[in-house]
């Protein structure tokens, strides 16, 4: 993958708005002929510059910069504003200096937050492809939905397709990140948010993210048929959570098509302006919380399955959308993250028409697993003493079961959220998001997924062992073994 473009921490705007307030802040402290213009251009500055942010659409991130701005203001321009300014007195600088450092502090709090919590910039995708995504909705008639009482109600599930797609002409205007429109990506960010127990301000970044799909645009070019990744994210987690991972899988010649899990992910908006909130949560108690795990990754199981017999009809065009006549349904691959890696384990387990598993340091929660036969490539943080004791004996054991060569990589200075997209926009904290920094993460999970994708699914490939290796420790789990 391509290196990340450089983050933008902050628009020229806020730039300006930060650097108004630092003179604002500064002024005071100059010798008299310059003491007055640089203060007026300063305050110039600032106003205008948090005006024009007032009417774009302020980030919470320049909330303390206004804060330290509005509170050096009156004390910068009263001197000023009296009659003979030259002559008047101003507060001594040993009462001046603590507030001064007060200003300061709130002014650089802007920069600080906005480097902690950075609107994400996704990776450029490195394929000769182009990327497209769609979103659809579909109901499974035959399944009821247990998470209601109404006994009409049944399963359905919302997909979003990133695929191999045409150059767009210049200047066309990127997907949003959560949703469709902005306005849904505030709803998911809020719910998302909520579910992590934080301020929904802390994520306000995310909604106005833009990727590098484009919505509805033509197939790529050629008559090739594109072999399918179906993905379920993490529990609460949503569709558009491995967007930077998708692209690239996409722009190198794959369909991906994330779920969102309704009553499961954190929000699901519905065609029809509905949402479904999240009914999942933890008790505390190991038992109960993994009763649940099992019953929810059973539904998740269910729903790759319904997905992946689905694609027969879009492929048909029995259900529109551009990739009519484009689909591999001979190749289609079940992966996740979490609690989406073990509920990809399991739909294999269970239906044989996939053709491969990539399970990203997802604990398996099948309560009764057997032997399967498709080749499985597992992506993990390292495991220390504070991880699950019983996530890699576990995985290991279902490993064991498979039917072809499968594969264990642990990623040194990995997390469990370094295999998502949250390495782009939350703090850089080991303990948060693995020690890989910022796109380390993103990179790493997309090309070993590249690596063993090409290796089993395309004819003639190299055992990926050699390349997945690069990235990691590689345990090789061989039928028999």
Not at 445 to 450: C, G, K, M, N, V
């Amino acid at each position: 993958m391509n290196a990340m473009n450089a983050h933008v921490l902050l628009s020229l705007w806020e730039v300006l708005l930060v650097l108004g307030a630092v003179a604002l802040v500064l002024a005071r402290w100059l010798p008299p002929g310059p003491r007055r213009p640089a203060t007026l251009a300063a305050a110039a500055m600032t106003s205008s510059s948090g005006v024009v942010l007032g009417v774009l659409g302020m980030r919470w991130q320049m909330v303390p910069v206004l804060a330290g701005a509005a509170l050096a203001l009156p004390f910068a321009l009263s001197p000023l504003l009296r009659r003979g300014a030259r002559g008047a007195r101003r507060a001594p600088w040993w009462l001046a200096l603590p507030g001064a450092a007060v200003c300061l502090a709130l002014v650089a709090a802007g920069p600080a937050t906005a480097w902690a919590l950075p609107t994400p910039v996704f990776p450029e995708p490195s394929g000769r492809f182009a990327v497209g995504t769609g979103v659809l909705e579909l109901t499974d008639h035959s399944r009821p939905e247990t998470a209601t009482a109404a006994p009409e109600d049944r399963r359905t599930v919302v997909v979003q397709l990133w695929y191999p797609a045409r150059k767009t002409p210049a200047g066309g205007r990127p997907a949003p990140y959560l949703g469709r429109t902005e306005h849904e990506g505030h709803v998911v960010c809020d719910a998302l948010a909520d579910y992590s127990g934080l301020p929904g301000f802390l994520l306000d970044g995310l909604p106005r993210a833009r990727t590098h799909a484009s919505y509805d645009v033509p197939v790529a070019e050629g008559g090739d048929r594109f072999p399918v990744v179906l993905f379920s994210p993490g529990l609460g987690g949503v569709r558009a959570q491995n967007t930077a991972w998708a692209e690239e899988l996409a722009s190198h010649g794959y369909v991906v098509a994330g779920l969102d899990h309704p009553y499961d992910s954190a929000a699901v908006v519905l065609a029809d302006g509905h949402t479904v909130r999240t009914q999942v949560s933890a008790t505390g108690d190991d038992a109960e919380d993994e009763r649940r795990a099992v019953g929810w990754t059973a539904v998740r199981a269910a729903d790759l399955s319904f997905v992946r017999a689905q694609l027969g009809r879009m492929d048909s065009g029995a259900i529109a959308g551009p990739l009519t006549g484009r689909l591999d349904t001979a190749r289609v691959v079940a992966a996740g993250h979490s609690l989406g890696g073990g509920a990809a384990l399991q739909a294999a387990r269970q239906d044989p028409e996939f053709a491969a598993v990539i399970d990203l340091d997802g604990f398996p929660h099948d309560p009764d697993p057997q032997p399967y036969r498709q080749p499985v490539l597992a992506l993990t943080q390292a495991i220390g003493p504070d991880t699950d004791p019983d996530y890699l004996p576990k995985l290991t054991r279902v490993l064991a079961l498979g039917g072809a060569t499968s594969y264990r990589l642990t990623v040194p200075g990995a997390g469990h959220l370094t295999f998502t997209d949250a390495p782009l926009y939350l703090p850089p904290l080991p303990s948060l998001v693995g020690s890989l920094g910022r796109t380390q993460g993103p990179r790493i999970t997309a090309a070993a997924s590249l690596a063993f994708l090409d290796a089993t699914l395309r004819p003639g490939a190299a055992d990926p062992a050699t390349a997945l290796s690069a990235y990691g420790t590689l345990a090789v789990h061989r039928p028999g073994s």
